[in-house]
């Protein structure tokens, strides 16, 4: 393949090449392999160390082992090519929320007691289904 037509099979698919997506992939099997050693060692290291605060099994342990793994996981995928999609996506879901409009009180009661009426028609609905189906079953038995 020659450079003009990979820059042309970069642009048709999301500007990423072949290549490039190889390198993804083990940018993300490097982030999962250090979420997992680091989950797997950190707490056991940590007790190992006798550190009192961050004691095997103490809450603290695990949330300190769980902040090295993210950390760990976001340094693999630094480099990979989807993390900066997912960063562009995340800027766009952020600029989307900010456009939501929130309802005002008036809706969110309105809609609530629509709501709790609906469950209070279709608990009727079941209740007369299955006392009709129950007499039904009633008879037949005996």
Same mark, same amino acid.
């Given at each position: 393949?020659?450079?003009?037509?990979?820059?042309?099979?970069?642009?048709?698919?999301?500007?990423?090449?072949?290549?490039?997506?190889?390198?993804? $992939?083990? $940018? $993300?099997?490097?982030?999962? !392999?250090? *979420?997992? &050693? &680091?989950? !797997?060692?950190?707490?056991?290291? %940590? @007790?190992?160390?006798?550190?009192?605060?961050?004691?095997?099994?103490?809450?603290?342990?695990?949330?300190?082992?769980?902040?090295?793994?993210?950390?760990?996981?976001?340094?693999? %995928?630094?480099?990979?090519?989807? $993390?900066?999609?997912? *960063?562009?996506?995340? /800027?766009?879901? #952020?600029?989307?929320? #900010?456009?939501?409009? /929130?309802?005002? #009180?008036? +809706?969110?009661? #309105?809609? +609530?007691?629509?709501?709790?009426?609906?469950?209070?028609?279709? !608990?009727?609905?079941?209740? %007369?289904?299955?006392?009709?189906?129950?007499? *039904?079953?009633?008879? *037949?038995? @005996?």
């Amino acid at each position: 393949m020659s450079n003009e037509q990979a820059k042309l099979h970069g642009k048709k698919h999301g500007g990423k090449s072949p290549s490039d997506q190889k390198n993804d $992939y083990l $940018y $993300y099997g490097a982030a999962v !392999a250090a *979420i997992v &050693v &680091v989950l !797997a060692v950190l707490p056991k290291l %940590l @007790g190992a160390l006798g550190l009192s605060f961050l004691a095997a099994g103490a809450g603290l342990n695990k949330l300190f082992s769980v902040a090295v793994a993210v950390a760990a996981g976001w340094f693999c %995928l630094k480099p990979a090519q989807g $993390y900066k999609d997912f *960063i562009e996506l995340s /800027k766009g879901a #952020r600029t989307e929320w #900010r456009k939501t409009v /929130k309802p005002d #009180r008036d +809706t969110v009661v #309105r809609t +609530t007691m629509m709501v709790l009426a609906l469950m209070v028609v279709f !608990a009727l609905l079941v209740l %007369l289904l299955d006392w009709f189906f129950g007499a *039904i079953v009633r008879l *037949i038995v @005996g």
